[in-house]
């Protein structure tokens, strides 16, 4: 019986393992061969975000970020496109979620400096902090109270208390999510997100609000800065400035929040993402993204320096977010859609809620 323990090629004595089959040749084992790299599937990732970088083109409504979630999900159920996407392109396609995903994030710090935030007031810090705390914890609780499925409650209270699919996409790499329960909560946030960019500008004059009042709403209640800026555009620059600003202040929050579900990752022993063991306190890519805004905050790096790195943070973004809808499956998703739909309704409201009225508050 020890014999089978030996390596094969290695001498076992006179009638060894050597006697009763031939070495296997140098190299990877066939299943190592024929196991996918990443390649194919970020192939597939640039295709998704050259395309959805076309949609945006011809449709300036439909933010980039949204084009991409939509056409990953969608290449996940094409006949042939979703094999690929399940099988061999699958490796990569988890890649682009993770690492460009957090790519993205460090660059995003690139777009908020502490002195355009602290310029809006202390008002308005406090009524941004009331938003997020509520929409966080209530929409934490409701998820946990409807019986979803995984860390699905705390990736979705994430993503519209925060930054969307971005803010997801790093609470599940600090937690170790499940890729499933990430894409259906990034699923999740954009349809609403997408569908606050239509009904928003709607409600502008019936809620009798001027234009830096509506920027300053949407800012505090639309989830990914692509949409606010959709839904801001609607009612002018001054609302389109107010909104990115308070938008922004948002995003701030999202380092803390990663360390903070980091710290309890680490509370709980979990594992720490795909390569194992105990997360960082605080993420690398968390670190980044403070480094990114107090590189911001000094005022050194040049404006066309700052519009590339805001255009390579879109197209990474983009490409991360494909993956991530990628791994989306609908029937699986329907099983608890309705109470999924049920949470993001609810904190929809929440979060409109709140913000219009701090809004009225502070203004």
């Known amino acids: 019986m020890a014999l089978l323990g030996q390596r094969p090629g290695r001498p076992a004595g006179k009638h060894g393992a050597e006697d ?14 024929g196991t996918p790299g ?27 970020l949204t084009a991409a979630v939509v056409l990953g999900v969608a290449a996940a159920h094409l006949p042939a496109v979703g094999r690929f996407a399940s099988g061999t392109g699958r490796p990569g396609l988890s890649l682009a979620g993770r690492r460009l995903m957090r790519a993205g994030v460090v660059l995003l710090g690139l777009e908020l400096s502490l002195g355009d935030v602290l310029g809006l007031g202390w008002a308005t810090v406090g009524m941004v902090l009331a938003v997020v705390a509520s929409t966080f914890f209530g929409t934490l609780w409701l998820g946990r109270r409807l019986g979803l499925r995984g860390d699905q409650p705390l990736l979705v209270a994430t993503g519209y208390s925060i930054c969307g699919a971005s803010a997801i996409g790093a609470v599940g790499e600090a937690r170790g999510s499940d890729e499933r329960d990430t894409a259906a909560s990034v699923a999740l946030v954009t349809l609403c997100g997408t569908l606050a960019v239509v009904v928003l500008p709607l409600l502008h004059h019936p809620l009798g609000l001027d234009g830096a009042q509506f920027g300053r709403w949407v800012g505090a209640g639309v989830h990914d800065v692509g949409q606010v800026v959709a839904a ?17 202040m948002r995003v701030l929050l999202l380092a803390p929040l990663v360390a903070a579900v980091a710290f309890s990752a680490v ?6 993402g795909p390569r194992g063991g105990r997360p960082p306190l605080v993420p690398l890519f968390a670190a980044g ?11 050194a790096v040049p404006a066309g320096a700052l519009e590339a790195a805001a255009t390579v943070r879109e197209f990474v973004l983009a ?18 859609g309705m109470r999924l739909a049920v949470l993001g309704a609810c904190s929809w409201v929440v979060v409109a809620g709140v913000s219009y009225a701090g809004v009225l508050l502070t203004t």
């Open 232 to 248: 801001a555009q609607t009612a002018g620059p001054a609302a389109l400035g107010e909104a990115v600003l308070v938008k922004l």
């Open 289 to 299: 993204f403070l480094a990114a805004v107090a590189v911001r905050t000094t005022g």
């Open 20 to 33: 009763r089959a031939p070495a296997r040749p140098a190299g990877p084992s066939p299943r190592r061969r």
């Open 38 to 64: 990443p390649l194919p599937g970020l192939a597939l990732a640039a295709g998704g975000t050259a395309l959805a970088w076309a949609v945006h083109r011809l449709l300036p409504g439909v933010p980039m």
């Open 267 to 272: 509370r709980r022993g979990r594992d720490g």
């Open 319 to 336: 490409a991360a977010l494909v993956g991530l809808g990628s791994a989306v499956h609908l029937p699986s998703l329907a099983r608890t």
